[in-house]
C-alpha cells in the first residue's frame, strides 16, 4: 500500500537535498577526490544518488488556493509548473524571486500558510549558504 493512500485527496510534498553520495563498490583514492566532488556536481550521469527528506506537506487544494493569492510573475509561474507537469526543482537560482514574492504577499496568507512560508524560507536561506542543496516539489495521488 502507497503511504499516500492514506489521503482522501492529492497531496503536495516538498522535499529538501538531505545529501547526496557516489553510488560506487570502490573507495574513492584521495588522489581523485577532485573527480569525485566534479561528479556530485554533475549528478545522476556518473551514479550519483539525492537523499531528500520531507520538509513540508499540504494537500493539492490548499496548494492551489495558496498560489491564488501570489500576483503574477516569473516566481508564481515557477510554483505553478507543479500543476502543469507534476513536479518542480527549486534550486538557487529561483529562491531569491520566491523568497520575495512569498515575504510580500504574507500578509496575505492564512496562519498555516505563513508556516509554509517560514519553513521555505528558513530552507532558502540554507540553499543560500549550499547553493548544491534544492528542493523537489511533488504532487502524490
Same mark, same amino acid.
Given at each position: &500500500? #502507497?503511504?499516500? /493512500?492514506?489521503?482522501?485527496q492529492?497531496?503536495v ?8 553520495f557516489? #553510488? /560506487?563498490d570502490? #573507495?574513492? +583514492?584521495?588522489? /581523485?577526490q577532485?573527480? %569525485?566532488y ?7 550521469h556518473? !551514479?550519483v544518488?539525492d537523499?531528500f ?5 499540504? *494537500?493539492?487544494e @490548499?496548494?492551489? @488556493? $495558496?498560489?491564488?493569492?501570489l500576483?503574477? /510573475?516569473e516566481?508564481?509561474? =515557477?510554483?505553478? !509548473?507543479?500543476? =502543469?507537469?507534476g513536479?518542480i &526543482?527549486? #534550486?538557487? *537560482?529561483h529562491?531569491n !524571486? ?8 504574507r500578509p496575505?496568507f492564512s496562519?498555516q500558510?505563513?508556516? $509554509? *512560508?517560514?519553513?521555505?524560507m528558513?530552507?532558502?536561506a540554507?540553499?543560500? =549558504?549550499? +547553493?548544491? &542543496?534544492?528542493? %523537489?516539489?511533488?504532487?502524490? !495521488?
Open positions: &500500500m #502507497d503511504r499516500y /493512500s492514506q489521503y482522501s492529492p497531496v510534498l516538498f522535499y529538501a537535498l538531505n545529501q547526496k557516489v #553510488d /560506487s570502490e #573507495d574513492v +583514492p584521495e588522489q /581523485s577532485q573527480v %569525485m566534479y561528479s556530485l556536481a554533475i549528478g545522476h556518473v !551514479g544518488i537523499c527528506k520531507p520538509i513540508l506537506q499540504c *494537500t493539492y @490548499q496548494y492551489k @488556493q $495558496w498560489l491564488d493569492k500576483p503574477e /510573475s516566481s508564481k509561474r =515557477k510554483l505553478a !509548473g507543479l500543476i =502543469k507537469f513536479e &526543482m527549486i #534550486d538557487v *537560482t529562491i !524571486g520566491l523568497a520575495l514574492i512569498l515575504s510580500k504577499n496575505h496562519d500558510e505563513c508556516e $509554509w *512560508t517560514d519553513i521555505l528558513a530552507n532558502f540554507a540553499i543560500q =549558504k549550499e +547553493p548544491a &542543496m534544492y528542493l %523537489m516539489v511533488k504532487r502524490k !495521488g
